[in-house]
């Protein structure tokens, strides 16, 4: 029903940058709101940004000032652009959507396959 294109993930050094994107597809009457979540190894999955279809945006506190997330609502996608990253920023990155399918369902939190993130010298 919805389908998940996540792209931008790898490895790169601390103070490096990387650019993660999602883009929602299939059938979707609206999207209220996407961003990413992560998940490190023996940790629990954990906000990182997310932004809404008005264009509010909520940060994690250990991101705020070095992440920032946009969106283009035409194309149903979100890019997370990471700054000065750290090597505690290491994890897997889950693109996270809540939509409605119709105009009578209603909303619904839907997840993408996750895109690992490796920062280390």
């Known amino acids: 029903q919805v389908q998940f294109m996540e792209s931008g993930g790898g490895l790169v050094q601390p103070g490096g940058s990387l650019r993660l994107s999602c883009a929602a597809s299939?059938?979707?009457?609206?999207?209220?709101?996407m961003g990413w979540y992560r998940q490190a190894p023996g940790k629990q999955r954990e906000l990182v940004a997310t932004?809404?279809?008005?264009?509010?945006?909520n940060y994690a506190d250990s991101v705020k000032g070095r992440f920032t997330l946009s969106r283009d609502n035409t194309k149903n996608t979100v890019y997370l652009q990471m700054n000065s990253l750290k090597p505690e920023d290491t994890a897997v990155y889950y693109c996270?959507?809540?939509?409605?399918?119709?105009?009578?369902?209603?909303?619904?939190?839907?997840w993408g396959q996750g895109t690992q993130v490796t920062v280390s010298s």
């Open positions: 932004i809404t279809s008005g264009g509010s945006t």
């Open positions: 299939g059938t979707i009457f609206s999207i209220y709101a």
């Open positions: 996270n959507a809540v939509l409605k399918l119709t105009a009578l369902t209603g909303m619904f939190t839907y």
